[in-house]
């Protein structure tokens, strides 16, 4: 069983920039597919991006492609969402995920889920 802590979330003006960090606990964290969604008030909850056990091949939802960067540290058990261009449509509430699999799941069927991090955009 893996528990997910997100961390980073806050406020930031259309432009800035902000790193979201979700501490997993266990210690098989390496053999987790990731990922990141997102959910904003009154709208159902989105993709973001998602990584499997390497970190090497990557996947990014259309509008954040070019702006965020998901990433893993697997010796930190830690994985990372790098937002940068931040813009008001941004805000949400963020949610880590992990599956059991080497590749991040086609759909939002993770095993695991975080309590999420706000996460508001100003204008």
């Known amino acids: 069983q893996v528990q997910l802590v997100e961390s980073g979330g806050g406020l930031v003006q259309a432009g800035g920039s902000l790193r979201l960090s979700c501490a997993a606990s266990?210690?098989?964290?390496?053999?987790?597919?990731m990922g990141w969604f997102r959910q904003a008030p009154g709208k159902e909850r989105e993709f973001v991006a998602a990584?499997?056990?390497?970190?090497?091949?990557?996947y990014y939802a259309d509008s954040v492609k070019g702006r965020f960067t998901i990433s893993r540290d697997n010796a930190k058990n830690t994985l990372y969402l790098q937002m940068t261009s931040l813009k008001p449509e941004d805000t949400a509430i963020y949610y880590c995920?992990?599956?059991?699999?080497?590749?991040?799941?086609?759909?939002?069927?993770?095993?695991?889920w975080g309590q999420g991090t706000q996460v508001t955009v100003s204008s």
């Open positions: 995920a992990a599956d059991h699999s080497i590749a991040p799941p086609s759909t939002d069927e993770y095993d695991y």
């Open positions: 266990g210690r098989t964290f390496s053999r987790y597919a």
């Open positions: 990584l499997g056990w390497s970190g090497t091949v990557t």
